[in-house]
């Protein structure tokens, strides 16, 4: 597989790149004092609430949250993923991207396998246009409805009858041959020599999110078995997290309020042709979680279309089962289930794009969760009830916590007639009890930040700080909440220098923090160096004196009503003591 991109690149590249000028490219920025404004892309505004900040290379919406550095932009703008977001901002800032183990050995490396595969993709599509053989192909396009136009946006090719047409015009040295095979083109004969995987078949070339060729499928003409073939797993192709059509989708149309997962390369193309141009397909597979994952990357709604038959609310049931484990907040699943004898092909083609247009047609997954449970136990007696809990406990346990998995529960102890905090508690979605605001003292509208808070905000407004105080050995002492944090960020920034506030986020991409180090980095500090670093000595210095206080060590920041009995006798010790603390630290 390709390898991964060096986080001192990323590093270097945030600090290269402008974020003010990769933004304004896309949503037009006016300046607002020391920072940039415009109305969100991410949600509809009157106002401006979305701001950008040259001095932290970091974007930040007041109104839906949405925050992020010029990497994440892209992906949640553009809907790229990773890699392709660096690439992209490299390009802008003419560096090349290099890799810290890259796919090597008797099967070619990576960038040769893609020209390889766009070679590939060039030599069906010639076919197609130009073989004797492929009247009978371009017949079948033809009969299912196809033009032109959509079968050139897929790049639709053909494979003649015969065992090396592929291997005659490409393999034409040792290396390509091996390189064929590595890419899934060619299959080894037992003694040694190679022959075409694909023959006699329509071929749908299957695009990454750049769109370039890393697989194929393949359509018999006749009733021959198997009717499709896909690539097998290569270097580049992975079918498990792989979407047919996902490319040209996000082509279509940069934002995708809905995504329809469908289950064939035709269902794809026909719905395309007819303005349905939000349509992927899992590739010979059941939907996965990593294609989950891709999805909600581009969209925030799934809608899975199924016939209406038996084997369709099956394969439902079993994309249902995938999902429950991903659906956190601001994802959404529906399904939509074709008429008796329809496909989503030959629907469209039928009644045109209004069925799939109609959000009232969509069955929620909700609905669909309990209607076949209930389908399922018999509802007017208690053994039935109790059933429906127990084949429903398994599955919402399933479901990440919050108001999603608290609606669920609530219908299923209406269902069940029993009282929703036993339910909840059966199915792991107990409620979280509300804390009442803290009075706010006569001199302040809120709580004074932290010790340890301060000192991280600090350190990731000023990364540089962490070169000029080393950290102290004090602080392995103290289990305040946030510590750890504290000292990798430390840590981290001693390591390279160079990095700047949106480098530091970059690194905590993938974990849970990055939300809270967001939310941080909109806070204000002093704009000097000096007030700034006199700041972070005094909160480093207050944090090393409360380490040497085992007894404060327990509970620094919580209020009079969060504390235990013993937090609070071990203060009463302090302040009998003549040790009082003036204020929280």
Known sequence: MAGRIPESFINDLIARVDIVDVIDEHVPLKKAGRNYQARCPFHDERTPSFSVSPDKQFYYCFGCGASGTAIGFLMDYLHMDFPEAVHELAGRAGMTVPVEAGFKGRTGDVER???????????????????????????????????????????????????DNLLKALGTDNEKIRDLEAAGLLIRKDDGGHYDRFRERIMFPILDQRGRVIGFGGRVLGDEE????????????????????????????????RLFVVEGYMDVIALHQHGVTNAVATL???TTPD??????????????????????????????????PVLREGRHVSFLF????????????????????????????????????????????????????????P?????????????????????????????????????????PAYPPSAGSARRSPSLVRAAIR???????????LEPPPDLRNLTLPGVPLLQELWELARAQPGMNSAAVLEHWRDREEVSHLRKLLMDEIPADEEGAEHEFKAAVSKLCALAGKKDAVAAPDKRPSELSEEEKNALRGRFKSGKPSKKSP
């Not at 499709?228 to 040209?248: A, D, M």
């Open 113 to 163: 396998l893609y020209a390889l595969l766009a070679q590939a993709q060039q030599h069906y599509s010639a076919q197609l246009k130009d073989h004797p053989q492929s009247e009978r192909a371009k017949e079948y396009l033809k009969g299912r409805g196809l033009d032109g136009r959509t079968a050139a946006a897929f790049q639709l090719g053909f494979a003649p009858a015969g065992w």
């Open 395 to 435: 599955l919402l346990a399933g479901v990440p916590a919050g108001a999603y998995k608290q609606l669920l529960a609530q219908r299923l102890a209406k269902l069940a007639g029993m009282d929703v905090p036993t339910v909840a508690a059966l199915v792991g979605a107990k409620s979280v009890k509300r804390v």
């Open 226 to 257: 198997p009717k499709y073939l896909n690539s097998p797993e290569t270097p580049l192709f992975h079918k498990g997290r792989e979407l047919y059509g996902l490319f040209q989708a996000r082509k279509a149309s940069r934002q995708l309020p």
């Open 284 to 286: 010979g597979t059941a």
């Open 458 to 468: 600090l350190l990731l407004h000023k990364p540089p700080l962490a070169v000029k």
């Open 291 to 324: 294609h989950l994952e891709r999805l909600f990357k581009t969209t925030p709604e799934v809608v899975f279309c199924f016939d209406g038959d038996e084997a369709g609310r099956k394969a439902a049931w079993r994309a249902l089962e995938v999902s429950l």
């Open 338 to 393: 074709m008429p008796a004898g329809e496909d989503p092909d030959s629907l469209v083609r039928k009644d045109g794009p209004a069925v799939f247009n109609n959000p009232k047609r969509f069955t929620p997954l909700s609905d669909f969760l309990f209607d076949s449970l209930l389908a399922q136990i018999n509802p007017n007696t208690d053994e039935g009830r109790a059933r429906l809990v127990d084949l429903a406990k």
